[in-house]
Structure formats: structure tokens, C-alpha cells
């Protein structure tokens, strides 16, 4: 269909010409004669002139060029893969564009979305400390209850600062601080853990379980009430979670880890930590910690691929919607706003928010529409950008596509993907979803080497025929 279009734009634009002149020139018959000395009428080009004629024919001839690279690149890459690219929301190539495929970990990006649509920019998590006892001459004669919101960056530095750069955090030190500075000096109860936010449900029953405890830490145990991932035990200089150790308990954990820093700050604690259920009625003995908004989160989340904090939003989307803070109802809502939205939601599944799950299904123009939709959302400030920052700070480095290229990567061993935006050569920014799967292992080199085939082709963008090639003989 492409191949008739230059000329029929060649035949109208001609056609319209033709009349234009021959319009004009009878206007200027009819025109009365200047006076001496009078300046003559100002010649102008029309709006549809031959001296026009190359920027109309140059826009598809620049379209075609891109199409045709694509397709031979295409060509390269395996049999189940989809690529989508638009230009200002339009779409201007599509390779099975509704194939439904596994996302690996381009499915954070449906999960951002859901946060900025459902919960909001400005939303953020609070960890309480409550208590139903009285605090007297510095004595609170019970227990004290850490109740979990969800936040999946309550940490300490020690923790956070294994990575480079370090890792946003809410500081669990604080709400230490927080307690001393409100006058306790003995608890003679105990430090007690809460999660009931979200289920207890540490793992998705659909990974496989080398991505659990069992092996590979991939997330630490899931929880509402978390600190440092839920790891007792991590390396003092490698952030690799496979050198961790996972909690069994992990609101448990907390509590023991709050009464550690309780008892560091001279509380006397005459009960060991535990874990259960807040009983109705008690109050905050001091202000919540409130975490930064959830962009931080999210936005991390997408750059360095945190799968426990992918899986947290998923619950807290669930929380939001139905008061279950569950991976099936965060799924559900998810669903059900892409719906909503009017997205390509046909063929999707959601099995999880971090996109280890095989059972996860997305299509490359689904992964476009959603890149699209949040160019004002804040949400593709957390895309990792090449030669930079995030999952692709060691990419592309030194070359033209350095700083240009902004997406979410996705590996798992028979997936590859990569989502975001590109800029061309004049500026022209991009949108663009590859994502491949294949029967079995998808060797790290021939994935990372077709994404960087692409990306190298979009930036050149526009190549094509110049507007001086393009304009008329004489």
C-alpha cells in the first residue's frame, strides 16, 4: 500500500498547483493598475506551491525508510517477538502488535501505571507505633505495636547504601527517635509486629522457586510490615539479595528490629518481639513515619527493576480498590483500569507486578499505549536511561545512542525486552516496545545485541531523502 502513496501525493499536489497558478494569475488580470510610484503587490509563495513540494513528499518518503529498516531487522530477531513504534501517539510500524507475549520485566511499567492512575503522585505509606497502654514517668506498662502501611522503602543506610547510587529508604531510625523523644524509657511488654495491611503471602504461587527463598532472593519475603527487604542478614558491600538471608516472619522480623533500635537509644524491653494483630483501640503513641510520595518508589521501582517494590504497589493497588491487599485484587484493578482507559487490554494477563511470572501476557502495543499516556504523568522519569542510570547505565555507553535512548529492560532466560522512548537526530522523540520470546535459553548477547540494533536504528531517525533532492529542476 505504501508503495502508491508518493505518487498519488505527487499527482494532487501537482493538480492543486496547477489550479492555484492559473487562479492566481487570472486575479492579477483583474487587478487595477498602481499608481506611479506606488509599490506593487508583495510576492508571496502559496500555500500549496511547487516550492512546497518537498516537505510534503519528504514525511512519507522518511516513514517508508523507517518502515523498511524495520522490516529487515525484524527479520532478525525470533519468531515470537512484537515491535511497536509511534510518533506523537501515531503509530508508524507495528510487528504483530497484538501478539500477547511474556514481558519479563516491562511489566513494572503497567504496574507504574496503575500507581500514578489509582493511587496518585502524592500518595504516600505511613508505619505506625500505637499502643493500648499508658505511658507514666517515662514507663509504658504493655506493649507497642509497629503496624505496617505497605512501604517498600523502609530500610536503614547501611542497607541502601550497598548500592550505586544508594537506594531511596524511609528511615526506621526516625520513629525510633520519635519514641525516645516522646518520653519512653522502659515498655514492659513488647515490641509487637502488624502486616495485616496486605495477606501473608511471600511468594506468587506462579514463580518458579528459584526466585524465592529457596535460591535466588529475587524479592525478599513479601509483607506489609518490611525492613531492608525483609533480609536479616545481607553483605556488608554486594547488594546481590542471593548473599541474603529471607525473614520466615517478616513483620516479626520488624518488631525485633525496632526493638534493637529501641534498646540502642537505653529502652528497657522486658518482652521479646513478636507478630500479630493490633486489638482494636489502640492509639499512636507518636506521629507515623510517613514515607516520601510514592513516585520515589515507583520510579525506582522502573529504573533498577525492584521486584519487591513491584510487588508491594501491586498490593496496595488491591488495598486501594477493594481494602484486599492482595496480588489477585492489585491484578484485578489493574485490568479493570486498562479497560477502562480504552487501552489494547485484549489478550492480557496480569499474574504479577514485578513480571517474574511466565504467566504474565502483555502485547507491544499495549507496553506503546501506556508509554504514551504517562508522557505527562511523571512516570517515564524513572525509565533507566542509556549510558546513565538504572538497568541500562552500562549500556550504549560512548555511542550515539548514549542519553537517548529511555526504557525498561526485561530479561528472563527464554525473555527479552525493552520499552521507552528514543530521540532522533532532529529532536523527534520516539515510542517504542520490543519484547521476544523464544522456546528456550535466550543467550544475555543476542538479546542485549538486538536491542542495541534497535536502538541505534531509531535514533537515526529521520533518515530519509533531503528536501533538496526532493525539489523540482529549475
Excluded at 492559473?22 to 511547487?50: H, K, R
Excluded at 525483609?230 to 541474603?244: E, H, I, V
Excluded at 527493576?305 to 489477585?328: H, I, P, Q, Y
Excluded at 479493570?336 to 504474565?360: H, K, Q
Aim: net charge negative.
Amino acid at each position: 500500500m505504501r508503495r502508491w502513496i508518493l505518487p498519488f501525493v505527487l499527482l494532487v499536489v501537482a493538480g492543486v498547483a496547477s489550479w492555484q497558478a492559473v487562479a492566481t494569475d487570472e486575479a492579477l488580470a483583474d487587478e487595477t493598475v498602481a499608481p506611479a510610484g506606488a509599490p506593487g503587490p508583495a510576492l508571496t509563495t502559496p500555500l500549496v506551491s511547487f516550492r512546497r513540494v518537498p516537505e510534503y513528499l519528504r514525511a512519507p518518503a522518511i516513514v517508508d525508510n523507517l518502515v523498511d529498516d524495520l522490516d529487515a531487522l525484524t527479520t532478525t530477531f525470533p519468531t515470537q517477538s512484537c515491535l511497536v513504534v509511534t510518533i506523537d501517539g501515531e503509530e508508524v510500524y507495528a510487528s504483530n502488535p497484538t501478539l500477547p507475549l511474556i514481558p519479563a520485566s516491562a511489566q513494572k511499567l503497567v504496574t507504574a501505571y496503575g500507581v500514578y492512575e489509582l493511587l496518585g503522585p502524592d500518595h504516600t505509606f505511613e508505619t505506625r507505633a500505637v499502643t493500648e497502654a499508658t505511658l507514666v514517668d517515662g514507663v509504658l506498662d504493655g506493649d507497642l505495636w509497629l503496624i505496617g502501611g505497605g512501604d517498600p522503602l523502609v530500610a536503614t543506610t547501611d542497607y541502601v547504601s550497598r548500592y550505586e547510587p544508594p537506594h531511596a529508604l524511609t528511615d526506621l531510625e526516625r520513629m525510633a527517635d520519635a519514641v525516645v523523644a516522646a518520653g519512653v524509657a522502659e515498655i514492659t511488654g513488647a515490641v509487637l509486629g502488624d502486616e495485616s495491611r496486605y495477606d501473608d503471602q511471600r511468594y506468587v504461587s506462579s514463580w518458579p522457586d528459584r526466585f524465592t527463598n529457596l535460591d535466588q532472593n529475587q524479592t525478599g519475603p513479601l509483607s506489609a510490615l518490611t525492613v531492608n527487604d525483609g533480609f536479616p542478614r545481607f553483605d556488608a558491600t554486594n547488594p546481590a539479595n542471593s548473599l541474603s538471608t529471607a525473614a520466615t516472619d517478616p513483620a516479626q522480623f520488624a518488631a525485633a528490629f525496632f526493638d534493637d533500635l529501641l534498646e540502642a537509644r537505653g529502652v528497657v524491653i522486658r518482652q521479646s518481639a513478636a507478630s500479630g494483630s493490633v486489638p482494636v483501640g489502640a492509639t499512636d503513641l507518636v506521629a507515623p513515619l510517613v514515607s516520601e510520595p510514592v513516585t520515589v518508589s515507583t520510579n525506582q521501582m522502573v529504573s533498577v527493576s525492584d521486584n519487591m517494590g513491584a510487588e508491594l504497589l501491586l498490593k496496595e493497588l488491591g488495598f486501594e480498590a477493594s481494602g484486599l491487599g492482595t496480588t489477585l485484587s492489585g491484578a484485578t484493578a489493574l485490568e479493570a483500569l486498562l479497560r477502562e482507559r480504552g487501552l489494547s487490554v485484549a489478550e492480557t494477563d496480569i499474574a504479577d507486578g514485578s513480571g517474574l511470572s511466565s504467566e504474565n501476557r502483555l502485547t507491544c502495543r499495549l507496553l506503546v499505549e501506556i508509554i504514551d499516556d504517562s508522557a505527562d504523568s511523571g512516570l517515564l522519569d524513572g525509565l533507566a536511561i542509556a549510558g546513565q542510570t538504572g538497568t541500562l547505565e552500562e549500556r550504549l555507553v560512548g555511542t550515539a545512542a548514549e542519553g537517548r535512548i529511555a526504557g525498561k529492560t526485561g530479561r528472563l532466560n527464554d525473555v527479552g525486552a525493552l520499552a521507552g522512548t528514543a530521540v532522533g537526530e532532529d529532536g523527534t522523540v520516539l515510542t517504542f516496545a520490543w519484547v521476544a520470546n523464544t522456546t528456550d535459553f535466550y543467550p544475555v548477547d543476542d538479546m542485549t545485541s538486538a536491542q542495541d540494533r534497535l536502538a541505534f536504528q531509531l535514533i537515526e531517525y529521520p533518515e530519509g531523502p533531503s528536501a533538496d533532492v526532493l525539489a523540482p529542476i529549475g
